[in-house]
């Protein structure tokens, strides 16, 4: 029996993490399995005196200070509200058709205008389901009108519309940068370069493709009002100065420090209200919906990360973090080995979790460990001469856009890729389930080479860090 108590004793941590990775199969909620799995494991170590009864009282102040009590994570629920008007607001859809015509005499023009779409939804909402949504729903039934081949058609749309998980004002990057300490508008910084990189290498992908085999994306066809100088010239107008006004309200008021992300996220939402004004698609019935919406999933995101809070600081009391360094060290790992482990770990997770149950999950646990290896990867991020807490954040910027970059892949492969999901949902009955896996197939292979880039070339992230 001592034996028993004695291996729980130093081992509990490593228990609490393995029972999670069990239960999160179960259907529950995740914030329910992570707040539940805290209290059940907390209970155990007061039992095996590695914690003590006035601990207990530390979630709700832990939660006080890490949420509620927390100005960045305002930005979330205005971010989520700005996203789904847009959708109500028909803005993007009349944009899509801009962009088509504009495009019309490139190889593959209405693919690569979804994919500048997706980029440009991307730096607006950051809300994938919204934009996976919108744009099935926008330019599926248009490619397959088009004759454009199905497979190409779903992957474009699938990959163009999860872009808003990385580039900002992203609510993930949002979420990531509060978990790990670090400015969310530097993060926001960093993401720019990465985001705009994955969908210049999606845009050489469709120019290559349809190049060489241009059955696979006939050109559009023009109406009436869509020839000439002016109708077009009417069209930039109408259709994208509004969305590109948007953009640099929000993100130009960031990185000019005139404006904190939380009281961008305001004005995006007022902007968003204002363009669906423009649009006469403002009633009390859509503002209804758009609140109703936007209150569950901030609901949803923000009981995961109490759960997630309680979790991590259970995890660390019980010593689990020790018991990784152990295993790390039992491994004979260095920090380049564990960077590539972390990756290789979360890439497999995204084939069953959401990018917020493996934000949740692995950052409280694993930021530490390396912003702890600083000074080993300093030299490769070319920051040596900077004193160990700049070095630390610098560090940590890279790390989370890595991360988020192959975070990014969760969504689009099976079989819990949520955009695959999503997309079949608001696909027309004869696009088949198989044509969207094998649609999605180049662009994975594309994200893991743009992951590899942003390993091999860390300044890609930081050039614009100064």
Known sequence: MNMIIDHLYDNIGGYMFLVLGIMIF?????????????????????????MHQS?????????????????????????????????????????????????????????????????????????????????????LPAMIAQNYDVKLGTGTIAASATLGILLPPSVMLVMMADLMSIPVGNLFVAAILPGLMLAGLYCLYIVSITGL???????????????????IGAMLIKNLLPIVFLIVLVLGSIFAGW???????????????????????????????????TALTSAMIFLIFA???????????????????????????????????????????????????????????????????????APALGIEGLPLAEQKTMILLWFAVLVSVNMQTSFLTPPFGFALFFLKG???????????????????????????????????????LG
């Open 259 to 293: 404006a904190t992300p939380t009281e961008a996220a305001g004005i995006g939402a007022f902007g968003a209200i204002l363009l669906a004004l423009m649009n006469r698609r403002l009633t009390w019935s859509t503002l209804d919906q758009v609140c109703r919406e």
């Open 307 to 377: 759960g997630a809070t309680a979790f991590s600081y259970v995890f660390r009391a019980l010593y689990g973090e020790d018991l990784i360094l152990d295993f790390i060290a039992w491994m004979g790992l260095d920090h380049w080995g564990l960077l590539i482990l972390l990756m290789i770990v979360i890439f497999v997770l995204g084939f069953f979790f959401d990018w917020l149950e493996i934000t949740l999950i692995i950052l409280p646990v694993f930021a530490p460990i390396i912003a702890g290896f600083a000074a080993d990867f």
């Open 26 to 50: 179960s259907g529950f909620p995740v914030g329910l399995v992570l707040g539940g799995l805290a209290l059940l494991f907390a209970l155990g170590g007061l039992g095996l005196d590695l």
């Open 426 to 464: 608001s696909a027309p009955s004869s696009v088949r389930i198989s044509d969207i896996y094998k649609g999605i197939i180049p662009f994975v292979i594309i994200q893991l080479f743009g992951l590899a880039l942003l390993i091999a070339f860390p300044s890609i992230v930081t050039k614009l």
């Open 55 to 139: 601990e207990l009282y530390l979630f709700v102040e832990r939660l006080w200070q890490s949420a509620v009590n927390n100005q960045i994570l305002v930005a979330v629920p205005c971010f989520i509200f700005m996203g789904i008007m847009l959708e109500r607001s028909r803005v993007a859809e009349n944009l899509l058709r801009t962009l088509q015509i504009l495009l019309r005499g490139v190889p593959g023009g209405l693919a690569l205008a979804v994919t500048l779409l997706g980029t440009i939804l991307a730096a607006t909402t950051g809300i994938i389901g919204a934009s996976v949504v919108m744009l099935t729903m926008m330019a």
């Open 213 to 231: 085999r241009p059955h696979l994306a006939p050109p559009v066809k023009r109406t009436a009002d869509e020839v000439g100088i002016g109708n």
